[in-house]
């Protein structure tokens, strides 16, 4: 039974940072593609970034520059280093483990 859990979210000031971690167990391995997604109030949840086979990685549009998603096998642990956050970047986040098991999310708010 795989299990995600994700954390690190919380309150910060636009321009901020945070550093969100999603701790797997179960039947995860260093090839399953990780993503993190997210969903504001009222809308549907999109996908942020996600890291292929352990080393390749890829941001939508509005985050490059300023995220950054990263691994550590050893601890089974998926990371989401945000920076210069801004307001639009409110939302709840969820980490994916590229096969349908999702997280219960962690809710970071960036106030302007």
């Known amino acids: 039974q795989v299990q995600l859990v994700e954390s690190g979210g919380g309150l910060v000031q636009a321009g901020g940072s945070l550093r969100l971690s999603c701790v797997a167990s179960g039947s995860i391995t260093s090839m399953n593609d990780m993503g993190w997604y997210r969903q504001a109030p009222g809308k549907q949840r999109e996908w942020v970034a996600i890291i292929i086979s352990g080393t390749r990685t890829n941001y939508r549009d509005s985050v490059k520059g300023r995220f950054t998603i990263s691994r550590d096998n050893a601890k089974n642990t998926v990371y989401l280093q945000m920076n210069s956050l801004k307001p639009e970047d409110t939302a709840v986040y969820y980490c994916?483990?590229?096969?349908?098991?999702w997280g219960k999310g962690t809710l970071v708010t960036v106030s302007s």
């Open positions: 994916n483990d590229g096969v349908g098991h």
